[in-house]
């Protein structure tokens, strides 16, 4: 068990590497001036010096390249060219913004979906059969923006039933605070949820259904256990070992899913960051947000490596053989 | 029991034929509309905005061309960018699958790593900045989607290496001496088609779909009609409340894209694997 664990830190170390050295190259081979991605025509010679300094741009590429490093240690990620302060100061509370929607989103999804995937294994027909399959493929082909945008106008311009943007209302009372945020939510939540609903219904039903074939299922029905508790207890421990294997695989979709969503929405998360600054061209606020994101990713992937631990005690014994 | 082909046990999958029906209409559009429509280019300011009808069929944007012409040069911008993206992440994808599922041991192990590395970084905003730094163009986009899409196809084409490279036939064909390459190629690669091919339409239609996303956060070509950079154009303006035509189409022409290319895998996939019991 702990050296499952310690292989999977090590392996979110080496992904976060992968990513950071990814953007450090891409933002320094592209072609042309190096310096010119991270320096602006508004900057006097003095801040222009200030930031070569800073970056090291008078270095070798390796000395460049372990500078980048302690700074991303610091949390140093540089400064932002229009807003004028620390990207780290800018993104905190925008990524706390955008982990919420994320989370819930997520939670959401899995409470709805789980039981669905349930649902339509046990009940397994042409009929249903149908519907779950024409269901999944318009799921991942949502074109969010349009979603987010026929959600807006149904229920918050024609219906006047929720906010038309952002997160919350600037001046309302305390005690209604939470009430206005989840009002504000619920637009942008139910947009993550319709989009990542289909998958995790999809693998939780396929391997129901490859489940419900075991041996041991059949064992417990010929014991007498009852049908709810085979299904709920027997069989769908088992079952969600690749449905939370593929909500590991789905978060980097979910992040883009999150960047459109919030760009719609006004959300102050860091989605709506990202097309502010595409805009702006700010790209020490895009390099940023890219390495907090992936940041995030990673965690949240090693949690779901160790909850598919708990789930599945093979691995208890024995590390890193599982697939 | 006879053995039918793969043509025939499609062709009666409907809702693959759906998806290929919408695909032909797809390329037609792209490939011979351009030939009869010309470029949609400068301001015609006799009609800016005006609605669906006899003359416009699909009504006019803010600058007073018309929308079916842009969103039939639309769709040539997303075929040339699903293709290019399919073309880049299968040159990527398919040997590094087919090698590390050959090759097990520890060059296969260390390919696997890479495989679950590039599928753990969440690509879009990485997109985002590589668009944002290289200035949008339509070949920068398709090529830097095609980049981001190859990890699953290396990670399908691998475990189907995997699952072939311990058949008898295998086997057989190396005590005969064939050489490793014609194995690895012919006997194994030809056989892994198939999961790979349902994957492609996938990459095909999420192409489409991140390119529109990509324009729709302001990182379009400004020199090439797409379907995003018309929704684009229209939220940039603030049209998107009083033409609505504007918003519909050309996300319709995504979702049609999108779910045809989709359900030609979803019907390549159920042909292949038949549905057991």
Known sequence: MFRYIGLRIVKGGLTFLAAVTVTFLIVRLMPGDPTTAFLSDSMTAQDVQALSAALGLDKSLPEQYALFLRNLVHFELGQSFFLKQAVSAIIAPRLAWTLLLIGTSLFITLLIGIPLGVYTARHKGKWIDQIVSTMIVLGISIFIPLLAFVFVYVFSLELGLTPVGGAFTPDVEDSERIGDVVRHMLLPTATLVVVNLAQIVLYTRNSMLDVLKEDYIRTARAKGVNDRSVTWGHALRNAMIPTVTVTGLMLGRMVAGAVLTETVFSWPGVGSMIYEAVQKQDFPLLQGAFIVLAFSVILMTLVTDLVVAWLDPRIKLDAGIIR | ?277
């Not at chain 2, 900045?129 to 989607?145: M, N, R």
């Not at chain 2, 056989?191 to 492609?200: F, K």
């Open chain 2, 1 to 277: 029991m006879r053995d039918i082909g793969f043509v025939e046990s499609f062709s009666k999958h409907r809702l693959g034929m759906i998806g290929l029906t919408g695909i032909v209409i797809i390329v037609a559009l792209g490939v011979f509309g351009p030939m009869v429509v010309a470029y949609p280019v400068g301001y015609n300011e006799a009609m800016p905005l005006a609605a669906p009808a006899r003359e416009h069929w699909l009504g006019t944007d803010g600058l007073g061309l018309n929308l079916i012409d842009e969103i039939i040069w639309g769709a040539r911008t997303s075929l040339f960018i699903s293709l290019t993206a399919v073309a880049v992440a299968t040159c990527i994808g398919v040997p590094l699958g087919l090698v590390s599922g050959y090759f097990r041991g520890r060059i296969g192990g260390l390919i696997d790593s890479v495989i679950e590395i590039a599928m753990t970084i969440p690509t879009l905003p990485l997109m985002i900045l590589i668009s944002a730094i290289s200035g949008p163009s339509v070949g920068t986009v398709a090529v830097v989607i095609g980049v981001f899409s190859w990890p699953t196809l290396a990670r399908i084409v691998r475990n189907s290496t995997l699952k072939l490279a311990s058949l008898p036939y295998i086997e057989a064909a190396i005590v005969l001496g064939i050489p490793r390459r014609t194995i690895m190629f012919k006997h194994i690669l030809l056989n892994a088609v198939g999961p790979a091919l349902v994957d492609l339409t996938i990459i095909m239609a999420t192409a489409v779909l991140t390119e529109a996303g990509l324009s729709y956060l302001g990182l379009g070509d400004p020199n090439a009609w797409s379907w995003g950079s018309i929704l684009q154009n229209a939220f940039r303006a603030g049209h998107q409340f009083h033409a609505w035509w504007l918003i519909v189409f050309p996300s319709l022409a995504i979702m049609f894209f999108v779910v045809s290319f989709n359900l030609l895998g979803l019907g390549i996939n159920e042909t292949l694997n038949p549905k057991r019991d």
